[in-house]
């Protein structure tokens, strides 16, 4: 798995508009996709305190690595296998994006020694995400879909700013966004993120009646509120030392109607 996931990141061209990201097709070979696939949870099966809802739809669900499902899960070969490619893999995607590493993180953070985890998710029909950015202790963000109905909505979209202040908003009016790049989610798929504070990402209304499973993996910099934690994830964290650009909450309006979606 780790030698098929880094031919294709060495493979894969970075787009720069309107922020450093890639997206991959066929991110694993086929034959491990379909052992992880075979163990993955489905939405009615997860339940209890364990899990969390990020949003009021409760439209997607989420297990981090200190819950029970997270924990059984990890005790199957190919899920280990899985986030120990992952992070194996994070030198190349450190080289990969270096130039853009070194452009928009602040110098001293550059050669921070960057935390690996994972998070698992499944959202059902009427799951829907405004434009956003993601907590800022994320160097790299990446999403890898292992099952998706393309057909029926859900698609990620790259969004880009038209005006913004001296900071950027963490959830900016829809006003103030553009689609530059719609991608349809198919079984397989991976969208890697530069987590600079302008990285915009939504997802169109899924209408799917399949459950979309995916990973949320990330390479962090290391802080006391790490974001394995329940609390730690819906308190989100927008503190930023990192990053040479700053990122803020201008509308508590927005953000309530972001996580009531």
């Avoid at 297990?63 to 924990?71: A, G, Q, R, T, V």
Wanted: hydrophobic residues 35%.
């Amino acid at each position: 798995m780790l030698e098929f996931i880094k031919k294709k990141i060495l493979d894969s061209k970075i787009h720069t508009n309107p922020y450093p990201y890639i997206f991959i097709k066929n991110f694993i070979d086929r034959k491990d996709l379909k052992k992880i696939n075979g163990i993955l949870p489905s939405y009615k099966s997860l339940c209890g305190k364990n899990v969390m809802y990020q949003s009021k739809s409760k439209t997607k669900k989420t297990i981090l690595p200190s819950s029970k499902f997270y924990k059984k899960l990890n005790k199957n070969k190919i899920f280990i296998k899985f986030n120990i490619a992952l992070k194996k893999i994070m030198p190349i995607f450190l080289k990969k994006f270096n130039k853009y590493i070194k452009l928009h993180v602040n110098k001293e953070y550059i050669n921070s020694k960057l935390i690996y985890h994972s998070s698992y998710s499944v959202m059902t029909n009427g799951y829907i995400k405004s434009p956003h950015t993601d907590r800022r202790d994320h160097l790299i963000t990446i999403i890898f879909y292992a099952d998706s109905d393309f057909k029926n909505g859900g698609d990620i979209l790259i969004n880009k700013i038209k005006n913004h202040k001296k900071n950027y908003d963490i959830f900016p009016d829809k006003k103030n966004i553009l689609v530059k790049k719609r991608y349809k989610i198919f079984a397989n798929s991976c969208l890697i993120i530069l987590n600079v504070p302008w990285a915009y990402h939504s997802v169109s209304r899924y209408f799917g009646n399949k459950d979309r499973k995916y990973f949320y993996c990330v390479y962090d910099f290391p802080i006391k509120k790490k974001g394995t934690v329940i609390e730690n994830r819906k308190g989100g964290f927008n503190e930023n030392n990192f990053w040479k650009k700053k990122v803020e909450l201008f509308s508590s309006e927005r953000k309530s109607n972001f996580l009531s979606e």
